[in-house]
Nanobody, 115 residues
């Protein structure tokens, strides 16, 4: 059973930073790509970033240059460092992975960017 648990969300002012964490069960982070998505109120869930099992990363254009995805294999954790946050980054952030054709999601963590 794959389990994902996000943490680190909160309220931050525009221009501020947050680091989200996604704790995983077992060795998932070492064997499959790990993704972050976000979903703003009234909008579809959107992909944000991915890190594959070789460490290669990719980002949505909207966050490129501001967000960094990384992983800690020893602690089975994936991170999303978010800098220069904007009000439009306000959303629930989810980590996700696909294992043997099944997509798994965490419960999400709320990020609110507001002055």
């Amino acid at each position: 059973q794959v389990q994902l648990m996000e943490s680190g969300g909160g309220l931050v002012q525009p221009g501020g930073s947050l680091r989200l964490s996604c704790a995983t069960s077992g060795f998932i982070v070492r064997i499959t790509g790990m993704n972050w998505y976000h979903q703003a109120p009234g909008k579809e869930r959107e992909w944000v970033a991915v890190i594959d099992n070789s460490g290669s990363t990719n980002y949505a254009d909207s966050v490129k240059g501001r967000f960094t995805i990384s992983r800690d294999n020893a602690n089975n954790t994936v991170y999303l460092q978010m800098n220069k946050l904007k009000p439009e980054d306000t959303a629930v952030y989810y980590c996700s992975c696909s294992v043997r054709g099944t997509r798994y999601w965490g419960q999400g963590t709320q990020v609110t960017v507001s002055s």
